[in-house]
């Protein structure tokens, strides 16, 4: 980019959603990245987002997604 105002940074989610065998978590991946790059949130407060406004019949799915958010931030060096 020619922009000076803003930083890419690549992040090869899609190879870790196939890493963690969930391809619903490419989303939660980016979270990730984002979250190293700007600490906006700490993961903590995303989980208890995630448990407060996912129906309990997702809730399986939360280890998942936190695993899928720290693969994220370990992408970004």
Do not use: C, Q, W
């Amino acid at each position: 980019p020619t922009r000076t105002d803003i930083n890419v940074l690549p992040v090869n989610a899609m190879e870790a959603t196939f890493e963690l065998s969930s391809a619903k978590s490419y989303n939660m991946v980016l979270l990730g990245a984002l979250l190293k790059v700007k600490p906006l949130v700490s993961v903590d407060a995303v989980m208890r987002g995630l448990k407060k406004t996912l129906p309990e019949r997702h809730h399986h799915m939360l280890p998942v997604n936190k695993d899928a958010i720290m693969r994220g931030m370990e992408l970004v060096k």
